[in-house]
């Protein structure tokens, strides 16, 4: 927010509300000649992330703000990109499962 305010008095606006407005915003302001040191302080601005696993998430605030993604999953360590590459297919087969029912419920299918 202090950022924000700095930019504000500058005549610069910036709309950090969510990650895609933060981007719309760095987007508008391309041809602007300090937007390498902007960048640069929007990044040292934003929170350090936090990795926890769901089951020890009071919130289960499990958002990235940064993509703009209501829910997000990664494992940092290299020997554990397998797991990563399981639970991404896992993932996009059940996204694909649900849009099979959902297109057979709208067809009228019950099976």
Do not use: W
């Amino acid at each position: 927010e202090s950022l924000v305010k700095a930019l504000g008095a500058q005549g610069i606006k910036m709309d950090i509300t969510s990650g895609k407005s933060l981007v719309s915003s760095l987007e508008k302001m391309a041809d602007h000649p300090q937007i390498d040191a902007i960048k640069a302080l929007t990044i040292r601005c934003m929170m350090l992330s936090k990795y926890c696993c769901t089951s020890e998430s009071a919130d289960h605030s499990l958002s990235h703000f940064a993509l703009n993604l209501p829910l997000y999953t990664h494992f940092t360590s290299p020997i554990r990109r397998y797991a990563d590459l399981v639970v991404h297919r896992v993932l996009k087969c059940a996204l694909e499962i649900e849009s099979l029912v959902k297109q057979k419920l709208r067809a009228g299918v019950n099976e």
